[in-house]
């Protein structure tokens, strides 16, 4: 049999399958393909993968949270009972506390804003150093699901 | 490796707190003297009003994680995955809040200021809130999330991204009533959550910044 008639068949393999029953060559390279493609992929257990964080995520045990809820809040309820204090009393505490951060603000700008040429200078330059290493930081993709 | 971490873990925080409540707790306690009422109505006022913030932090964190579960999930993966980094960019970020907040307070005067400073206020509560739950959940799912397919389908309650949240805010939140320790690990924990949640976008894994490619022709 000729190159020229395997080559034809090479090019259209259906068109000229009528090559095969006169090409041994021709008819044994077919065989080792259909047997390649015939072969089952290898079987993969999924029990021996790790176990990804999305797994039994959606489930939601709502007597367990419920209960530990309303246990947090009962002893809270009666811790601030005991206490003879109410949770509004917790609220004017977070206010106050704002407030405290909100003088210490405004009494570093002004401390800036009376500081020497040189020192603002330098606020304004550690003040750039930071954000452009906060900048930096943020650039680097986040790599929790391909760890 | 783990086992023993899990065994130790809280081996380690009793222990701690039994140490650092005769060190710091008031005269009465383990130490001669006497404990006046004064003292025990100042303590009790304490534990009182870290209890309620912890019933507020418990509400805050189910309701969150029943709007966007999957979020504070990907933020509690990416804190396993790479702690340091998410640790280095919460303290840089803090650092930066202060002082961007400095240099908006000195623009009062300008009119400029306060809206910024509103702003910037609101973008870090926020940024807090998120982060601390997204530690919940990653507290929660290390010391009680199931390690094997087999584990999980034989827990019937101590699955979900729910109650891996509850569990941190129970475990955390017990630490927070240790004196001097606590405080120091919850403001710890605050500087993982802020890292983390602007390390992931906020659970939205996008980019923070678009980057720039020229057009290939």
Redesign the interface.
Known sequence: MTDQACEKYLEDPEANSAHLRTCAKCNAEAMALAEKADDAPPSIDL?ALP?A?????????W???LG??AV??I???A??D??G?S?L??VE??LTSMEVLRTQ??R??TS??SASLGAQVA?GV??LL??G???A?????????D? | MRRMLRLFLPLTVVAASLVTAIMAGPPGFGRGGALTIGDATAMLQKTAVIAALLAVWMFAAVALTLLSGREIRYSSVEMRASALHCFALGLVAITSFVLTAIVFSYLIPYHLGVPLLFALGVFAILTKIYGTIAVFHAIGTLIAGARTRDQLAGRKWLRGDLVMVVIGVVILGAIRLIPIVGPIIWALASVFGIGTALATKFGRREPWFLAYRAIES
């Open positions: 029990d176990l964080p999305w797994e039994g995520s959606s489930h939601r045990a007597p367990l949270v530990t809820a947090v809040a002893v809270a309820l811790l601030l005991a206490a204090m949770p009393h917790v505490g977070s603000l405004n570093a700008a800036l804003r606020f550690a003040f930071v954000n290493l906060l900048i930081l943020l650039r680097r993709a986040p790599r929790g699901i760890a």
